[in-house]
T-cell receptor, first 116, second 111 residues
Framework: GAVVSQHPSWVICKSGTSVKIECRSL??????MFWYRQFPKQSLMLMAT?????????EQGVEKDKFLINHASLTLSTLTVTSAHPEDSSFYIC????????????FGDGTRLSIL | ELKVEQNPLFLSMQEGKNYTIYCNYSTTSDRLYWYRQDPGKSLESLFVLLSNGAVKQEGRLMASLDTKARLSTLHITAAVHDLSATYFC???????????FGTGTSLTVIP
């Protein structure tokens, strides 16, 4: 169990467009979901933490108006990169976590975003 | 600010050899995770270490945790090419709500 599906896996689009990435927990309810960004050959950087039904908590330096996060249900969170520019090109990974102590994070397969 | 550092950052080793990757962290936490990442892929969970002195083994990999020293190790025994990947350790806060990843160790096993 504990499968997290992320969609799409790869997207290429022109500068100025908005891109939505979905993260779904397929076989469990995820009270908390996390969004990470990873540049080539670097570690994962936490962008924001979202709890179902409440506003996301963004890490310092992450623009909340640029990266819109919605966690409308216990199985779905979305990240929308608004007016994307080439510097937003990156590998975005979501993870989901059940409620309770010591629950591990389960990771999606990631979305490779390329902005031309 | 919580810091998680791994050592080494890059590692190239021959098949059949042993080596240890170290993960140091700067705050109190009883929970440490090890992940594997293949190029272009997401993270695969390897180990979850939940207490001081915890030791877990899976195949040629063994992970341990010393919470007093704030140190975890990932030991590779008789490396094989299939182990080539990037390995990350991660620590979460005592609330369990935030993960902090180490810098990563890129491992290449040479046949």
């Amino acid at each position: 169990g504990a499968v997290v599906s992320q969609h799409p896996s790869w997207v290429i689009c022109k500068s100025g467009t908005s891109v939505k990435i979905e993260c779904r927990s397929l076989d469990f309810q995820a009270t908390t979901m996390f969004w990470y960004r990873q540049f080539p050959k670097q570690s994962l950087m936490l962008m924001a933490t979202s709890n179902e039904g409440s506003k996301a908590t963004y890490e310092q330096g992450v623009e909340k108006d640029k990266f819109l996060i919605n966690h409308a249900s216990l199985t779905l969170s979305t990240l929308t990169v608004t007016s994307a520019h080439p510097e937003d090109s990156s590998f975005y990974i979501c993870s989901a976590r059940r409620s309770g102590e010591y629950q591990p994070q389960h990771f999606g397969d990631g979305t490779r975003l390329s902005i031309l | 600010e919580l810091k998680v550092e791994q050592n080494p950052l890059f590692l190239s080793m021959q098949e059949g050899k042993n080596y240890t990757i170290y993960c140091n962290y700067s705050t109190t936490s009883d929970r440490l995770y090890w992940y594997r990442q293949d190029p272009g892929k997401s993270l695969e969970s390897l180990f979850v270490l939940l207490s001081n002195g915890a030791v877990k083994q899976e195949g040629r990999l063994m992970a341990s945790l010393d919470t007093k020293a704030r140190l975890s190790t990932l030991h590779i025994t008789a490396a094989v090419h299939d182990l080539s990947a990037t390995y990350f350790c991660a620590v979460d806060t005592n609330t369990g709500n935030q993960f902090y990843f180490g810098t990563g160790t890129s491992l290449t096993v040479i046949p």
